[in-house]
C-alpha cells in the first residue's frame, strides 16, 4: 500500500467514523445474500426486499449490516441516520441484458425495476428503506471519482450547519475490483469480485468514533489533483480504515479529490484496538 | 443532533440561472410560459420502441449553444457531444453568463451535479447509436468531471442522485459547501433527458399517463381523473454565492435560498409512504430552516406529478406542515405544463418559484378541471392567481423515499 506526503492545509474539517465494515463478494455469492444479508443475528429486512436489486446495493446492504452487528446494542438503531451511497457504475449487468433484449423483444422486455433499483441513488435508497432510517438519502459519484465525492459530501452534510437534521450518515463505498466485461447478453464473463464500504459518519464530537476523517485544502494547489481509476481508491481506503482501527502501525491515510483537496483517515489517539476482525469477507 | 439552522448563518442567494426546458431556454421566456398555462407536452415519435402507436411527452425542442465566452465551444463542437451532454453544459453556462462570475484561476467554484441516472442514460444511449460501451469493462470520468474541466472550474464537483428530487439535493449540497466556506459560488442544478429505456421502464412500471388521445390534456396532478406523469426532459442550474460575497462584486441577487429540509420515508423504494410524517418533516424542516412560520408561505410549488398515490400523499404532508394555515396557502403543479423533468425537476419548479416571486403571481395547474377530495388544498385550476410572493416553498419527492423542500426567499 503506497503512503502519501500530507499537505499542508487550511483549518480541516473534521467528522467522526463510529463503525464500518468492508465486504467483499464474488458475483456467484450474491444470490445467496439476497435472502439473508448480513452476519449472523442480523435484522431480517421485509420478504425479497433485495430480489431486484442490482449487486452493488447487495453487497452495500451488507456491508451495513456487518457494521451495525460490531455496535452495542444499543446503538443499533437506525431511525435518526442517513445514507450517502458513492457507487461505482451500478447497475450495468441489468442494464446491458436489459439493452441485449432490447432489439429482440421490444419496449415490453424493459423491467420496472431497472430506474428505482439500478441507478445511482438506488444503493442508498434500499439501505434507507430497509433499515427505516429517516435522514437523508443519497446516491453520490457513479464513477471513479466516487469515494472522493462520497467522502466530501457525507462530510459536508454531517459537520455541524451541513443540513442533515440526523444522528449520522451511513457512507457506503461501493464498485467491483475489477469492472466486469460482459458478453453479449450482458452475462458477466468470469466470477468478479463485488466490495462494498460501509462507515458510520458522525458529527466530530460523537465520543464513540474510532477514527476521524478530516477535509484538508491545500494553501497550494495540488501538483496533481487525485481522481480517475489509476489506482485502487476504495480497496486500499477499506484497508487502510480496517489496519488505522486494529490499532497497527498504520495510522492515517489521505485519500486525493479531483480537486484540490484531500480527504485524511486517523485513528483517534484514546480509541482502543477492538478485540474482533473488522473485514469480512461474504 | 438537531441541525443548526441557516436562518443563524449568512444568507446564500441565487445570482444566475440557467434553464433548457419544454418550455424554453430563457427565464423571461419560461416565467411568461408558466403563467400564461402554455403547456410543453406534444405527441412524439414513438421510434422503434414505443410500446404505443401515439406516444406523448413534453421534449427540448432546441438546446441553446452555450455563450462563447464560457466553455469555448463553437456550435460544430458543441453539437457533437452527447445529448446529455448538451442538456448540462449549455444551463450550466449560461448559469454562469447570467451571473457574469469570473472563473478566473484563483475563483474557488464548485459543481453540483444533480442526475439520477446518468450511466444508464449514457450506455442507452451510446447503445441504440451502435456502441458497446455497455459490454465493456471501462470506467470513464462522469460529467460532472467533464463538465468542471471543460469550464475550468476548480473547486468540488460531485454528481448527486435521489431519483426526482436530484436536483433539490444539489442545491442542498451546494448550500453546505458556500457555508462552509469551501467555495466562493457554486453551480448547482440538474438535468434529464428522455430516452426510449426510460419511457419504457416508467410505462411498465405504470406511472405514466395513458391519455394518448390528448396530450396536453395528459398531465392533470391533483385532478380526479390523474392516470400518471408525463415524461419530461431539461432542468436548470443556479448559481449561488454568499449574500455578501455577491454584493462585493456587483451581482444582484434574484432570490435567497433561505431554506432546505431533506427527510426519507423510509418505508418503499417506490410508492410514497400513505404516513405523511416524514414528508411533512422535509417541509417543516425548511421552513424553520429559513426562519419563516407556516403562515408566511406565500406560494407552495407541489411535486405533485399526477400520479394517483403521490399526489394524495403529497396532500396530506402540506396539510400538516402547514397545519391551520394550508388553506390560505395556494399550491400548483407546473408539472401540468412542463411534465415531469425527473433528475431536473427539483431545479425547474424552483425556477417557477422564482418567477412567482419576481412576477407576484402564482402560476397555475393546467387540466385541473375537478380536484380530488383526497387533495384537500388551495388550488390555483387553469390561470395564474395575481398574489403577494415573499416566501415560496418547493417540493420534490424520489424514489427510495427520498424528501426534500426548498424555501425561496424574494430578494431584499
Known amino acids: ?282 | 443532533m438537531t441541525a443548526p439552522l441557516h436562518k443563524d448563518c449568512e444568507p446564500v442567494v441565487i445570482t444566475g440561472v440557467g434553464l433548457v426546458s419544454p418550455l424554453g431556454s430563457t427565464f423571461a421566456g419560461i416565467a411568461d410560459a408558466l403563467l400564461a398555462g402554455v403547456s410543453g407536452v406534444k405527441a412524439i415519435d414513438p421510434g422503434e420502441f414505443g410500446r404505443e402507436a401515439r406516444q406523448f411527452a413534453a421534449p427540448v425542442i432546441e438546446i441553446p449553444v452555450p455563450p462563447a465566452a464560457v466553455g469555448g465551444l463553437d456550435e460544430r463542437e458543441f453539437r457533437g457531444l452527447g445529448r446529455l451532454e448538451q442538456m448540462c453544459l449549455s444551463p450550466v453556462a449560461h448559469a454562469i453568463a447570467d451571473a457574469r462570475l469570473s472563473l478566473g484561476p484563483g475563483a474557488r467554484i464548485g459543481l453540483v451535479l444533480g442526475l439520477g441516472a446518468e450511466a444508464l442514460k449514457t450506455w442507452e444511449l451510446d447503445f441504440l447509436a451502435g456502441g458497446t460501451r455497455v459490454f465493456e469493462p471501462r470506467r470513464d470520468r462522469t460529467l460532472v468531471h467533464r463538465l468542471a474541466d471543460r469550464l475550468g472550474l476548480r473547486g468540488p464537483a460531485v454528481t448527486v442522485a435521489a431519483a426526482c428530487a436530484s436536483s433539490g439535493y444539489a442545491f442542498a449540497v451546494a448550500r453546505s459547501w458556500l457555508d462552509a466556506g469551501w467555495v466562493d459560488a457554486c453551480i448547482a442544478g440538474g438535468c434529464d433527458v428522455i430516452s426510449p429505456v426510460g419511457i419504457a421502464a416508467f410505462y411498465n412500471l405504470r406511472a405514466l399517463s395513458r391519455r394518448g388521445d390528448d396530450p396536453a390534456k395528459a398531465s392533470r396532478p391533483f385532478d380526479r381523473d390523474r392516470d400518471g406523469f408525463v415524461m419530461g426532459e431539461g432542468g436548470g442550474f443556479f448559481v449561488l454565492e454568499r449574500a455578501s460575497d455577491a454584493a462585493a462584486r456587483g451581482a444582484t441577487p434574484r432570490a435567497e435560498l433561505a431554506g432546505i429540509g431533506m427527510s426519507s420515508d423510509g418505508a418503499h423504494m417506490v410508492i410514497p409512504s400513505t404516513d405523511p410524517t416524514h414528508a411533512a418533516r422535509a417541509i417543516s424542516q425548511a421552513l424553520s430552516d429559513a426562519g419563516v412560520a407556516a403562515a408566511d408561505v406565500d406560494y407552495v410549488n407541489a411535486h405533485a406529478a399526477g400520479t394517483p398515490v403521490g399526489d394524495v400523499a403529497e396532500a396530506g404532508a402540506i396539510r400538516l406542515a402547514l397545519g391551520d394555515a394550508t388553506d390560505g396557502v395556494p399550491v400548483s403543479s407546473t408539472k401540468s405544463m412542463s411534465g415531469h423533468l425527473v433528475s431536473g425537476a427539483a431545479a425547474f419548479e424552483a425556477v417557477a418559484c422564482l418567477a412567482a416571486l419576481e412576477r407576484q403571481a402564482v402560476p397555475p395547474t393546467l387540466n385541473l378541471d375537478s380536484p380530488d377530495p383526497q387533495c384537500p388544498l388551495d388550488h390555483v385550476p387553469h390561470v395564474a392567481r395575481a398574489r403577494r410572493v415573499r416566501v415560496a416553498a418547493s417540493n420534490s419527492f424520489g424514489f427510495g423515499g427520498s424528501n426534500l423542500c426548498l424555501v425561496l426567499r424574494r430578494a431584499a
Not at chain 1, 67 to 80: F, H, M, T
Not at chain 1, 265 to 282: H, K
Open chain 1, 1 to 282: 500500500m503506497p503512503t502519501r506526503p500530507t499537505t499542508t492545509s487550511s483549518p480541516p474539517v473534521a467528522c467522526g467514523i463510529g463503525a464500518h465494515a468492508f465486504v467483499e463478494a464474488r458475483l456467484t455469492q450474491i444470490g445467496p445474500l439476497r435472502d439473508r444479508p448480513g452476519p449472523e443475528g442480523s435484522p431480517p429486512l421485509p420478504p425479497r426486499f433485495l430480489r431486484h436489486c442490482d449487486e452493488q446495493t447487495v453487497v452495500g446492504m451488507h456491508a451495513v449490516l456487518a457494521a451495525i452487528a460490531s455496535l452495542p446494542a444499543e446503538r443499533r438503531v437506525c431511525e435518526r441516520h442517513g445514507v450517502v451511497a458513492a457507487s461505482c457504475q451500478a447497475g450495468r449487468i441489468v442494464t446491458a441484458s436489459s439493452l441485449a433484449k432490447l432489439r429482440p423483444q421490444g419496449a415490453v422486455s424493459i423491467s420496472p425495476h431497472i430506474v428505482p433499483q439500478c441507478s445511482l441513488h438506488s444503493v442508498a435508497g434500499a439501505v434507507s428503506v430497509a433499515l427505516g432510517m429517516h435522514g437523508p438519502n443519497v446516491g453520490i459519484g457513479g464513477g471513479p471519482d466516487a469515494v472522493a465525492e462520497g467522502l466530501f459530501t457525507a462530510i459536508s452534510l454531517v459537520r455541524p450547519g451541513g443540513g442533515a437534521d440526523a444522528d449520522g450518515v451511513w457512507l457506503v463505498a461501493s464498485d467491483w475490483a475489477e469492472e466486469p466485461a460482459l458478453d453479449e447478453t450482458g452475462a458477466a464473463i468470469g466470477d468478479p469480485v463485488c466490495r462494498a464500504l460501509a462507515l458510520f459518519v458522525q458529527p466530530a464530537a460523537a465520543e464513540a468514533a474510532s477514527l476521524e476523517l478530516t477535509i484538508h485544502f491545500p494553501t497550494e494547489p495540488l501538483a496533481s489533483p487525485g481522481g480517475g481509476e489509476a489506482s485502487d481508491v476504495l480497496g486500499d481506503f477499506a484497508r487502510a480504515a480496517a489496519m488505522c482501527a486494529g490499532g497497527g502501525p498504520l495510522a492515517s491515510w489521505a485519500v486525493e479529490c479531483p480537486w484540490p483537496a484531500e480527504i485524511r483517515l486517523t485513528r483517534r489517539a484514546a480509541w482502543a484496538a477492538p478485540s474482533r476482525p473488522l473485514r469480512e469477507a461474504a
